[in-house]
């Protein structure tokens, strides 16, 4: 399962952060956004809210008033109609940036991203070609509930012809994003995390590139004991457990960050759990049909005899998302839950004795902000 | 080929459109079309009338009944039959069939079979012909079904609102697959258009190539100069059923009394002496086209996954 992406040549250097700066997820976004409009006069970005006081979380604020209304503007709520907007103005030569608050809206819209953008170039035999990128965040804590909490991306990943990113830290989206609209000449879903916003992240050097292109799998630390293979803010939350077992109890994961959920690098993948032989995926949505299913479908096809134990898969609870705090906190894993998880994998017991982390609420951790979002 | 009126010029292509599509007819037994077909015949004036005001570099989007469309706007015959018959010259490889035609060097922006769902491209487009290219015109073209649904609405309103310069054509052939538009619409089209502030014509006479031509080049000019959006609808009649080459009148959805008061006013079929005198050309012009497609090679293993993302 190689990578599909046909970019000639990556931008080296990080979009305006330098190595060892500190970001924030909303800075990474607003500077990709920025130097989008400023170093490409085809560059438009729109999307409900995307010029107000708010600047969808602070990604677009004040881009309007430095780029014009011409290229950052307001629209109706009308997700289908400006979706199909976005294609005819990249049929037309421009490189449209739609932007959606919720991930749950982009559902309005699958009819033009999944009938039509993510089919043009091949049903039209490569002639036509609507390169674009659609943002949306989801939602969690503060009680999102079932309709402002989804994560989509087994749905959109599933698509051939659709690029799906979900980016875990400030480092992606600088790597990705501007590689992305210099690059991709087909659309891509970025899918961010609400809760990652505000995390500061130390950016590091350019990172190594398999196939020339930073739309791939990361890894992003390296174990002998176990893989983990996760998504967006369930990276971090590997990278919290790993830190814990490595203190607690000497236990070394190996975690890979799979960044583009539409092309995953499966020899990476195969690699890791070779050299492990456990496997857990933890995915930021459902586990039937999803991320967790595909990377456990990848090994069981390519390399069944490296795993030494069952595999494992964490993800959200299979209900639609409740309101109450006291239920969200059960219906998302836990730090405590993953810890146990991993411990229970690599010990071979239930009983494993490893101390657990005293947290049950990721979203305390994460959150700075209160509502009403 | 030189002409010498315009009436002339527009009964040539609307004729050539016609005989392709009996010819799809008198080939579709042989299997060698797999493709679903919506049929153009009794439309064809509309689409002639209406591109002929069209510039190679003006955009049109349109649906799965795209023949005419594809021919008027200047599509290659013999890269249209490829495609019917799923072979690698076809104008997309073979990958689109009857239904996603596309002559992007002449301006069709491709064709989607799902209802409505261009309309927001042209919109999308005319966003970047109005900041970007100043003489570029798009048109929309769409049945009276695709205005029921919410994507016709959002297109509509987006225009109005940026003041874009789009022209939708409104193909009003009375049906939706086998469904009347009174079993469909609470509304009346033009005044629903006419709601979101557009400037509108409804034109009953679909039949009459040189009026559509005449009333769209009007629109034409207009959007081209005034860079703002216009609505036309314009009454037509598909002679054939929804989808596939034949009639299906004994079905009892519509009466043949209504097909013959539409033929009794077709000039393809009231102008004899200019039928047969472009017949023989036209008909030479599909045979090499037919006998183009027939040579062409099937698109193999090494197609299958090109193009993707």
């Known amino acids: 399962m190689s990578t599909a992406h046909t970019g000639t040549h990556a931008d080296e250097q990080l979009s305006s952060a330098c190595p060892g700066e500190v970001v924030t997820y909303r800075d990474a976004l607003f500077r990709t956004m920025r130097d989008a409009l400023k170093q490409n006069p085809d560059v438009i970005l729109f999307g409900q809210g995307v010029d107000d006081h708010k600047g969808i979380f602070g990604s677009t604020l004040g881009l309007a008033h430095e780029f014009g209304s011409d290229r950052v503007f307001d629209t109706p709520l009308a997700e289908e109609g400006m979706t199909g907007v976005a294609i005819g103005a990249a049929l037309n030569g421009l490189y449209p940036i739609q932007t959606h608050i919720r991930a749950d809206f982009v559902l309005l819209a699958m009819n033009q991203i999944v009938n039509l953008a993510a089919k043009y170039k091949y049903m039209f035999g490569g002639r036509l070609e609507v390169p674009m990128l659609i943002r949306m965040v989801v939602g969690r804590s503060w009680g999102q509930g079932a309709q402002h909490s989804q994560s989509l991306q087994s749905l959109f990943a599933h698509i051939p012809g659709l690029t799906v990113l979900m980016p875990a830290s400030a480092q992606s989206i600088l790597e990705c994003y501007p590689y992305a609209i210099a690059n991709q000449r087909g659309p891509v879903l970025a899918i961010e995390h609400r809760l990652m916003y505000d995390l500061k992240f130390r950016v590091d050097e350019v990172r190594e590139k398999p196939n020339g292109s930073p739309l791939a799998s990361h890894r992003v630390r390296v174990g002998k004991d176990v893989t983990i293979v996760a998504t967006s803010i369930m990276v971090l939350e590997a990278l919290r457990a790993a830190e814990h077992l490595a203190r607690s109890a000497g236990i070394e994961c190996e975690i890979i960050d799979l960044n583009c959920v539409s092309h995953i690098d499966a020899a990476m993948i195969l690699e890791s759990v070779k050299k492990t032989g456990k496997l857990l995926v933890a995915d930021t949505s459902w586990k039937a049909y999803g991320v967790c299913a595909e990377v456990c479908r990848i090994v069981c096809e390519h390399s069944p005899a490296s795993l030494k134990a069952p595999a494992v898969t964490l993800g959200m609870q299979p209900a639609p998302c409740p309101t109450a705090k006291s239920l969200e906190d059960m219906y998302y894993p836990n730090l405590r839950d993953l810890t146990d998880a991993i411990a229970k994998l690599v010990s071979g017991k239930g009983d494993h004795g490893i101390p657990l982390p005293d947290e049950h609420s990721m979203a305390d951790v994460y959150k700075r902000f209160k509502g009403p979002f | ?309």
């Not at chain 2, 292509?13 to 060698?32: F, G, T």
């Not at chain 2, 022209?167 to 629903?192: M, P, T």
Request: aromatic share 10%; glycine share 8%.
């Open chain 2, 1 to 309: 080929m030189t002409f010498a009126s315009v009436y002339e010029e527009l009964f040539y292509k609307a004729l050539r459109i016609r005989l392709v599509e009996e010819r799809v007819i008198e080939l579709y037994p042989s299997d060698k079309i797999q493709s679903p077909v919506h049929l153009s015949i009794g439309q064809e004036a509309v689409a002639v009338g209406a591109c002929q005001s069209l510039k190679p570099t003006d955009l049109l989007f349109a649906s799965y009944r795209n023949h005419a469309f594809y021919l008027a706007k200047g599509g290659d015959l013999r890269a249209m039959f490829a495609e019917l018959y799923g072979k690698v010259m076809g104008c997309a490889g073979g990958k689109a069939g009857s239904m996603h035609l596309l002559a992007p060097e002449v301006g069709l922006m491709g064709s989607s079979a799902v209802v409505a769902s261009t309309i927001p491209h042209a919109v999308g487009a005319a966003l970047v012909a109005k900041r970007r290219k100043h003489e570029q015109v798009i048109v929309a073209a769409f049945g009276d079904g695709a205005t029921e649904e919410g994507a016709y609405h959002e297109s509509l309103n987006f225009a109005a609102l940026h003041k874009l310069p789009v022209v939708f054509l409104c193909e009003n052939n009375g049906l939706a697959v086998h469904s009347a538009l009174s079993a469909r619409q609470s509304y009346r089209i033009i005044d629903h258009a006419r709601s979101y502030g557009l400037p509108v014509t409804c034109m009953p006479d679909g039949h009459d190539f040189m009026k559509v031509c005449e009333i769209f080049s009007g629109i034409v000019d207009h959007a081209r100069q005034h860079r703002t959006p216009y609505f036309m609808e314009i009454q037509t009649y598909r002679y054939k059923e929804h989808v596939g080459p034949g009639e299906d009148y004994h079905a009892g959805y519509r009466s043949r009394a209504e097909l013959e008061a539409w033929k009794a006013k077709d000039q393809l079929i009231l102008n004899k002496e200019l039928a047969d005198r472009y017949r023989p050309t036209i008909l030479q012009e599909i045979d090499d086209a037919v006998a183009f497609a027939e040579a062409s090679p099937w698109p193999s293993r090494e197609h299958l996954l090109s193009d993707v993302v």
